[in-house]
């Protein structure tokens, strides 16, 4: 609706700098005279709306100005409650418990939620819930942690990290960490960390926002992407598809599928995915992960002939 539009642009331009007419056009799905028409009516109601031109010119809200009485709907609410639920199926923490608890207090008891969040096999692991709770009060209180970690190599370290945020990502928990030796930031995977111990030591400096820093640390922390071709059998692509993703660029007259798929190399689980379909699976490039297979595949055999 033309209402709600004219909101969400409001509230986008809050969040953000001088945005394009392009840019407003494309994430609302209208033309760029429609939006030019929305930010005259949204002047029309009050909002200071700021125009500049040229080539990183745009619209932009006043600074300063904030938006009174209440944006946050029941409907909004709802969403935020069926986020938070499905957060704390992956981290049992006792203030995001509270929270949850805060917001249920002041909304309408009946919601009729219709998205659910479970990443419960984020949380089964106690030792990990451990962890993530040392480390939430390490981050609170600004003081180092001693870890032992093994990277994906399997090479050992210890190491006096100061840490600065916890992130869950591909199925897996990370922590993002200033490393007092390598004088720099890392990411940890928490699986890895071996032994955790809270120290009594400050940070050494102050720290950028955790936010800019992780997406830095997950850019610039070496893990490579491989783009993989897949042949696979009919019978096996809708397993393939789940557990393994993709993108089928082609259907054969047989059922058959040819699939492409980005994957991160130290990781493990799709090598072993592959590896679980057999013969039903073939990988057509690159070459060095047939290879790897092979060689994989031939020490398996080898292992139950001795």
């Known amino acids: 609706m033309k209402t709600d539009r004219l909101s969400s642009i409001v509230i986008y331009l809050l969040n953000h700098d001088t945005v394009s007419a392009a840019k407003l056009a494309d994430k609302f799905n209208v033309s760029k005279r429609t939006v030019l028409r929305d930010m005259g009516q949204i002047s029309l109601a009050g909002i200071p709306i700021r ?52 917001i249920l207090s002041v909304v309408p008891k009946e919601q009729n939620q219709t998205i659910f969040y479970d990443f419960g096999a984020a949380g089964e692991n106690n030792e990990i819930q451990t962890k ?93 992407e491989a783009e993989v071709t897949l042949l696979c059998k009919a019978g096996v692509k809708v397993q393939v598809r789940e ?13 058959d599928i040819l699939l492409r798929m980005s994957v991160l190399e130290d990781e493990r689980m ?10 039903k699976v073939t990988v057509l490039e690159p070459e060095e992960l047939k290879m790897r297979l092979i060689d994989t595949a031939e020490k398996v055999v080898s292992a139950y002939h001795k």
Not at 79 to 84: C, D
Not at 166 to 189: E, G, M, N, P, V
Not at 192 to 207: G, M, N, Q
Not at 270 to 279: E, H, I, N, Q, Y
Request: with cysteine; glycine share 10%.
């Open 132 to 224: 993530l709770k040392a480390l939430e009060k390490a981050i609170h209180d600004k003081n180092a942690v001693q870890i032992s970690y093994v990277n994906a190599l399997g090479g050992a370290s210890d190491r006096l990290v100061e840490p600065l945020a916890l992130s869950y990502r591909w199925y897996a928990w990370y922590l993002l960490a200033y490393c007092t030796a390598k004088q720099d930031y890392r990411i940890f995977k928490l699986a890895r960390v071996c032994d955790l111990k809270p120290t009594e030591t400050a940070f050494s400096k102050a720290h950028c926002a955790p936010a800019l820093l992780l997406e830095r640390a997950f850019q610039e922390g070496g893990r490579k």
């Open 51 to 102: 125009s500049v031109s040229g080539v990183n010119g745009g619209y932009s809200i006043m600074e300063g100005f904030k938006l009174g009485g209440r944006l946050v709907n029941d409907g909004d609410q709802a969403s935020i409650i069926t986020a938070l639920k499905g957060f704390l199926s992956a981290y049992d923490g006792g203030r995001y418990n509270a929270l949850l608890e805060k």
């Open 270 to 279: 799709w090598f072993a995915m592959l590896l679980s379909f057999g013969d």
């Open 243 to 255: 557990y393994i993703g993709g993108t089928v660029i082609k259907t054969f007259d047989n059922g």
